[in-house]
């Protein structure tokens, strides 16, 4: 039963990764300008926040699904439309980023201390600025709670929570290196992926405006 339980963790996560997004655009990114070295400090960092999130929402996503609506309001204002506005103003501040530093020539090294400081401290940043996930694990966790696939003590959790670190982190790295394959197998430059990964967060940012504006209006 804990052996279903860590295989449903890391199923379940690792789906919540396959569409286009922050993460894993800021993982492709990684692999293309730093390389894989820097990817894997990324991924392990924000693999263990992902870990103590998953607990968290397991614990919470009964009582929320039960007693929090999405479509509820804070001071008038759902919370759905709070949660896709952070989300807006992530995508456009990396989108931005992005941008402005596609010329940039990526630097690489061989060296053991190559700032991994820097990819860690990333990736634990973004593992916590990560709202897409609340939502996620409030459907998903519900789901599979409520059709009795995992147990709700605290050692299943524990296992599934582990599970969900593996699968965010397998899927991450296939992206990062799906990013350099794609690379090297089309010669596209680091300023070429670094132009359409800064247009694509606009697109999902336009994406959320419109739909958020067609909401409310």
């Not at 501040?93 to 190559?114: E, H, L, Q």
């Not at 296939?174 to 794609?182: G, K, M, Q």
């Not at 670094?194 to 958020?212: G, P």
Request: aromatic share 16%; glycine share 8%; with cysteine.
């Amino acid at each position: 039963m804990l052996f279903i339980t860590f295989f449903l963790g890391i199923v379940v996560n690792a789906m919540g990764y396959i569409p286009p997004g922050n993460i894993n655009l800021t993982v492709a990114q990684l692999a293309v300008n730093k390389g894989m070295r820097q990817v894997w400090y990324f991924i392990l960092s924000f693999s263990c926040v992902e870990i103590c999130f998953t607990f968290g929402m397991m614990r919470f996503a009964r009582w929320a699904m039960s007693d929090i609506n999405p479509n509820s309001a804070v001071s008038e204002v759902r919370l759905g439309t709070l949660v896709e506005g952070f989300m807006i103003l992530m995508f456009i501040v990396m989108g931005t980023i992005t941008w402005r530093n596609r010329k940039k020539v990526p630097k690489t090294s061989a060296k053991k201390d190559d700032k991994r400081s820097g990819s860690v401290l990333y990736g634990l940043i973004l593992g916590v600025l990560n709202p897409v996930q609340i939502p996620f694990w409030l459907f998903f966790g519900n789901y599979v709670i409520l059709h009795e696939w995992i147990k709700t003590d605290y050692l299943s959790l524990i296992i599934f929570s582990v599970g969900s670190g593996f699968g965010s982190a397998g899927a991450l790295y296939l992206y990062a290196h799906f990013a350099t394959f794609i690379q090297e197998k089309f010669a596209l430059s680091s300023l070429i992926i670094n132009k359409a990964i800064a247009i694509f967060l606009f697109v999902l940012a336009a994406y959320l405006i419109v739909k958020q504006s067609i909401i409310l209006f």
